[in-house]
């Protein structure tokens, strides 16, 4: 049955392809103008790249490579393996009775009829998958078409690549109970109809003779509604199986993103022949581990220590001390390589002293495959390269800008009043003069970024546009989206965002501290990617002084000019220029965090000055650093929710802070929402039906816009959708909190479907107002 496990391995690669070939590709045939074939070539190209580049860079071993390629999200691939439809999208069924490439689409984006499945924030990333939704009766059955296409591209590329599949308690913690379930189900308690669906998967995989297969169990990491004491029951049970089929191939279960605690005992004695483990930030201790698997049928232990989430140069002699501790048998990476950019070597415009401090996909499997070497030979036998990653790490340590004085005598001066701001109350008498109606009406920020704003851009790239002549476009570009507005009948404007390429990236632009890429892509979910700056020093504004220059007041200033409604100052919060950034390692995350707070403070103090009376600081990554274990989480949301406050309260009572969340499930933390002490918070709910207004306490005073539309997709709700909804939300809302928005901004959105949206959302609310004044 087992065939060796290589000595160097990754546990996930990207997909989007180096040039986000697969965004082009399936964005093309999503707009009917390529065909399945053109689309599944692409798919076969990108296989073929990758497998070609890993053996390259050292994955050369027989299974060392997952075969993980996915059209669009991992966790969707394995609700199309086993069938998991939920009975709303019956109709996407092919005629064999399964999901194909269309169905799965459709789940992924919905239908002209019906939402898409739901998008979660993937553990603490900036990932999202599309949540399952499985009920008492859904059916399973298996359907291997996609892996075998998968299998078979690696093939044909000469390689025996590694299936990788979601987990089945994976997969069923990240599951939601289809609507209409009783109360008291779970689809946790589907696992015994679903394990007879994987046997026959790993039966499926021996009978092609694929000797090893990749499991991902990162909920294990995380804490979960289930006890441990089930999840151990689970894990004997599942596995116990598993390990027992006479025919299958071997078994590698991962658990990246999380520290397993008391569930690492059980899966070491589960059976399985290896078992993947996160040690870059989980804290295992290394003893331990070297006596839990030096047993003797304990699993091989694949150990993640190059970081798949960061692009800082590995550390090589600490993660080979590591290696050695723990007893490992093979080198990895800590979770998927999903999370950072292709390849540095494509960044020609970074700063070389910079470059020389970090690693992207490809560096970390050349640094994967050097581990093993030195594991494998002894450390002298890449003694050389030890040495030069000590020097780059040293060098960066050293390196001014990592360190700038006035910055951290700023910092130190900080106190305790800064975080303050007068009652809820004295602030809305303050801000009476706004005169805004009973639910007032607004949007969250960016308006749709056209071909004519990207090729504005391009022509300024490639030097055909002055600055000038630049700014001079965009300025006619927020004179039209101001107009457009004001005809839909809005009552809070925004300038649409037309001179931002990237909510963090342009900030990133604007601050010291930072460093833009050129190609660094990440996928963030579907078709959609970002591309995080590096964030690797001190963070000020740019321009002369401690507190730098005021960037976004022009624009601002340029909109209100344009109109006597009022307009929102726009800025992306503290937290969240954290999150979408790829962050320096070498303070806390808190101590960088206070210094962009302030960095924004400044700015705020200067678009006040400038007369604007209402400013949003967008955190919609607030959630998504949370840490995956309850005991962590407290210490991460004070000084989360300190930054946001350190950079919104030192403004007038008669200024109005708005802030917006989206990307994720608020429920939990909407203690922490609310010691964010916004005047008005947007906040995504729509494609979740509102459920997160149930967990609005009775005290909160303050303004809330739960999403009535769901931005995410194409499709534009109706009148009277929007209307029930509005009515869901005031059976928890009193009217004169309530604000009506979308679940985010628009820019992914065209003009068409923006215009009808907003025309319903603007008519539903003056229903909905006209009913109140009825009632009153
Ligand atoms: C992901 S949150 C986006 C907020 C931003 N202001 C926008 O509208 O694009
Ligand atoms: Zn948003």
Not at 98 to 107: K, M, N, P, R, V
């Amino acid at each position: 049955m087992t065939t060796v496990f290589p000595t160097a391995t990754i546990t996930g690669y990207p997909r989007i392809g180096a040039r986000r070939e697969l965004k082009r590709a399936v964005e093309a045939y999503w707009a009917g103008k390529s065909n399945q074939n053109e689309l599944k070539q692409t798919a076969q190209k990108i296989q073929q790249d990758a497998y070609r580049t890993l053996t390259e860079r050292g994955l050369t071993d027989d299974y060392a490579i997952p075969a993980d390629f996915s059209f669009y999200d991992q966790v969707l691939d394995t609700t199309r393996l086993f069938t998991a439809l939920p009975a709303r999208f019956e109709s996407v069924r092919d005629d064999s009775g399964l999901i194909d490439l269309d169905g799965y689409f459709a789940l992924a984006r919905g239908t002209e009829h019906l939402p898409p499945l739901e998008l979660t924030k993937w553990f603490d990333t900036n990932y999202h998958y599309l949540v399952p939704e499985i009920g008492p009766a859904t059916g399973f059955t298996l359907n291997t078409e996609a892996l075998d296409d998968l299998l078979a591209a690696a093939e044909a590329a000469g390689t025996s690549a590694r299936p990788s599949i979601t987990g089945p308690l994976t997969y069923l913690l990240l599951a939601k109970a289809e609507d209409g379930s009783p109360a008291d189900f779970a689809p946790l308690d589907r696992l015994a109809d679903l394990l007879p669906l994987y046997r026959e998967l790993l039966a499926h995989l021996a009978s092609r003779g694929v000797r090893w297969v990749q499991f991902n169990e990162p909920a294990l990491g995380a804490d979960q509604a289930v006890s441990e004491a089930e999840l151990v029951q689970l894990i004997e049970k599942t596995y116990g199986e598993f390990t027992q089929l006479s025919d299958r191939p071997s078994l590698l279960v991962t658990s990246p993103y999380g520290n397993l605690t008391g569930l690492l005992e059980p899966l070491v004695t589960s059976g399985v022949e290896a078992l993947h483990l996160d040690l870059v930030s989980t804290g295992y201790d290394q003893d331990a581990l070297a006596r839990l698997f030096g047993g003797d049928s304990a699993p091989l232990l694949v150990a993640g220590v190059v970081n798949g989430r960061n692009i800082w140069r590995n550390d090589l002699a600490a993660s080979l001390h590591t290696l050695q501790a723990v007893g490992a048998a093979s080198v990895s990476t800590s979770t998927s390589l999903q999370h950072v950019p292709y390849d540095l070597d494509l960044e020609t415009g970074l700063d070389q002293k910079l470059t020389s401090w970090l690693a992207f996909a490809h560096q970390k499997v050349s640094e994967v495959a050097l581990l093993a070497r030195g594991l494998a030979e002894g450390p002298e036998a890449i003694a050389t390269e030890v040495e030069q990653a000590k020097a780059a790490l040293a060098a960066r340590a050293q390196s001014s800008g990592v360190n700038d004085p006035c910055i951290r005598e700023r910092t130190l001066s900080i106190t305790p009043e800064n975080y303050e701001r007068p009652s809820a109350r004295v602030r809305q008498q303050a801000q009476e003069d706004l005169n805004l109606p009973l639910l007032p009406t607004t949007t969250i920020g960016s308006f749709p970024q056209t071909g004519h704003i990207r090729s504005l851009r391009a022509d300024y790239r490639k030097g055909a546009l002055t600055r000038e002549e630049l700014d001079t476009h965009l300025r006619e570009e927020i004179r039209c989206v101001i107009d457009f507005q004001e005809r839909l009948g809005l009552d809070v404007l925004v300038h649409g965002e037309a001179e931002r390429n990237d909510m963090v990236q342009y900030f990133a632009e604007n601050f010291d501290g930072f460093a833009p890429t050129e190609h660094g892509w990440v996928q963030s979910y579907g078709s959609r990617c970002t591309r995080p700056s590096i964030l690797w020093g001190d963070v000020k504004r740019s321009g002369a002084g401690t507190r730098g220059e005021a960037f976004t007041v022009p624009w601002i200033s340029f909109a209100q000019q344009q109109t006597d409604k009022p307009v929102k100052g726009m800025l992306t919060g503290p937290v969240t220029i954290l999150a979408w950034s790829f962050v320096r390692d070498d303070q806390p995350l808190a101590a960088t965090a206070t210094q962009v707070a302030l960095a924004l403070a400044d700015e705020i103090a200067d678009l006040e000055a400038a007369g604007t009376r209402i400013i949003q600081v967008d955190e919609p990554a607030l959630r998504e650093l949370l840490p995956l274990r309850a005991e962590d989480q407290a210490a991460y949301l004070d000084w989360s929710v300190g930054a946001f406050r350190l950079a919104t309260s030192q403004v007038a009572d008669s200024t109005q802070i708005h802030t917006h969340l989206c990307y994720s499930e608020f429920n939990e933390i909407f203690g922490a929402i609310d010691a964010l002490n916004a005047d008005v918070t947007s906040i995504e709910a729509a494609r979740s039906r509102l459920e997160l207004l149930a967990d609005v306490p009775e005290s909160f005073d303050r303004g809330i816009g739960p999403g009535v539309w769901d931005i995410h997709s194409p499709r534009v709700p109706q009148v009277d959708e929007i209307e029930k909804l509005l009515a869901t939300a005031l059976e928890h809302i009193p009217a004169r909190q309530l604000w009506v928005n979308p679940d985010c901004g628009l820019k992914t959105r065209a003009y068409k479907e923006t215009k009808a949206s907003i025309e319903s959302l603007v008519a539903a609310t003056e229903a909905v107002r006209a009913s109140l004044n009825v009632a009153v």
